[in-house]
């Protein structure tokens, strides 16, 4: 029966120092990602082209209310 708790207790050292690892690595910027910035600039045209079409297709349908209401 000692040996459980023995083996309980070293597994819970263990996760306590996992986990501090884990936050250490998380502050350090670690898990930070560096890549999608880069790759994002490749398809900025796209998205700049929905967002121009989106905001024609909202002042069309503004104007058009507005011509309704006159």
């Known amino acids: 029966m000692s040996v459980i708790y023995l083996l ?6 263990v996760a306590v120092g996992f986990f501090i690892a884990f936050v250490i690595a998380v502050k350090s910027g ?7 910035p880069s ?3 490749l398809f ?8 121009t ?3 024609a ?8 209310k507005i011509e309704a209401e006159v």
């Open 44 to 51: 900025d045209d796209e998205i700049s082209k929905k967002k």
């Open 53 to 55: 079409i989106q905001k």
């Open 8 to 13: 309980i207790t070293i597994s819970i050292f």
């Open 39 to 41: 790759v994002r600039m």
């Open 30 to 36: 670690q898990y930070d990602d560096d890549y999608t």
């Open 57 to 64: 297709e909202s002042s069309e349908s503004r104007i058009q």
